[in-house]
């Protein structure tokens, strides 16, 4: 493992970036892409030239290429991560006349380490099973595995609670094997919806597993660095997003990959904090929605902290962000999910009515 701090990676500089997002965004001169590929990688040009933004497939394809670079192995399955459930991956292309495929993230140093990315069987209990064991093996490298919908790791449930969240307790076997799960209620119904935060929450004690949920390219970017580079591995739970992924407010720059770290609580630099009467705490997609209604409403008063790491959580670091919001703004927790779903009871049984620094505290969800 790597120095550092417990949230550092080693910074990847400004003009590597550049260089790798050329990389991802070409294709051999007698590949013939589908014209929607070929404006998708017109597109990377653009922000490898930071005259676009980064969205957030290309600061998945940044983090995987970064470390694939520095010699770390990458490696993804799921039941449709080659194209990405939601098209936003698109890691191995397709010749629209002859079918033959091109992997951009296989081309990204001369000495890489391997990048592996295969879409599985639709056996979810099997192959994260496979996965947790290749995890073993593999301490120094990026192993994901990635449901097609947060829900559909229910079937698998029996290695998470087997495995994946006691193994270190029972056997003292570490694994960094991370899960991506696509989670947030956007309207696609039973089994489309929820990754069971709630479950993963109920299992996390001891520090035993990581537990996220990232609201930009760049803290998704630096979490997927975090986990190989920094000096110890534990488990990841990634709430990876949906609609998010091609939302205009979801972008990053450059500088925001190259500089600065993953931050397991981001504050809120657009309203000056001694004016708020109201704190808005949470995590996830419903960011974008509080900011949307706050910006219709003009409510300059009222202030939204996101929680990009749901577990560990330490009470000084959560203090550390509250600490410039007057003593008399009360923080209430909004979530998208039902009451007794998401993170609510957890936070609930955690800080009961009185916050960590003994602000109020309270919450709103859905009906159970």
């Not at 709430?239 to 205009?248: C, E, Q, Y």
């Not at 410039?324 to 936070?347: D, K």
Request: glycine share 8%.
């Amino acid at each position: 493992r790597g120095g550092g701090g417990e949230d550092d990676a080693p910074p990847v500089e400004r003009g590597r970036l550049t260089e790798l997002v050329d990389v991802l965004a070409g294709v051999p001169s007698d590949f013939r892409a589908h014209p929607t590929i070929a404006r998708g990688l017109a597109r990377r040009r653009e922000m490898g030239k930071g005259t676009r933004p980064i969205d957030w497939s290309a600061a998945e394809a940044l983090a995987f290429a970064t470390l694939a670079a520095e010699g770390h192995r990458v490696r993804l399955t799921g039941q449709d991560t080659s194209r990405g459930t939601f098209s936003h991956r698109h890691a191995m292309l397709h010749d629209r006349e002859d079918g033959m495929t091109y992997t951009p993230l296989a081309h990204v140093a001369p000495d890489q380490a391997r990048v592996e990315i295969y879409n599985s069987p639709l056996s979810e209990v099997g192959v994260l099973g496979f996965e947790y064991g290749y995890s073993l093996d593999c301490p120094d490298g990026l192993v994901l595995w990635e449901a097609q919908f947060g829900d559909f790791v229910n079937p698998a449930q029996v290695i998470v609670d087997q495995f994946i969240t006691s193994a270190e307790e029972k056997w003292r076997r570490l694994s960094g094997l991370v899960l991506l799960l696509p989670h947030a209620f956007e309207g696609q119904g039973p089994e489309h919806s929820s990754a069971r935060l709630e479950r993963f929450l109920e299992l996390a004690v001891n520090d035993n597993i990581q537990i996220a949920n990232p609201t930009t390219p760049a803290q998704y970017f630096h979490l997927l660095r975090r986990q190989v580079l920094r000096r110890w591995g534990k488990p990841l739970v990634v709430m990876s997003p949906k609609s998010l992924l091609r939302h205009p407010k979801v972008v990053s720059t450059l500088d925001d990959l190259d500089n600065g770290s993953f931050q397991r609580i981001l504050g809120d630099p657009a309203v000056s904090p001694e004016g708020v009467a109201g704190i808005l705490l949470c995590s996830g997609k419903v960011y974008y929605d509080l900011l949307a209604k706050r910006d219709e409403v003009g409510r300059g008063d009222v202030a939204i902290l996101r929680l990009e790491q749901l577990y560990p959580l330490r009470d000084e670091q959560l203090t550390e962000v509250l600490a410039p919001y007057p003593p008399s703004a009360r923080v209430i927790w909004v979530q998208e999910e039902p009451a007794n779903m998401g993170a609510w009871r957890y936070l609930l049984a955690r800080f009961g009515d009185r916050l960590a620094d003994a602000r109020s505290f309270a919450g709103i969800c859905r009906p159970a």
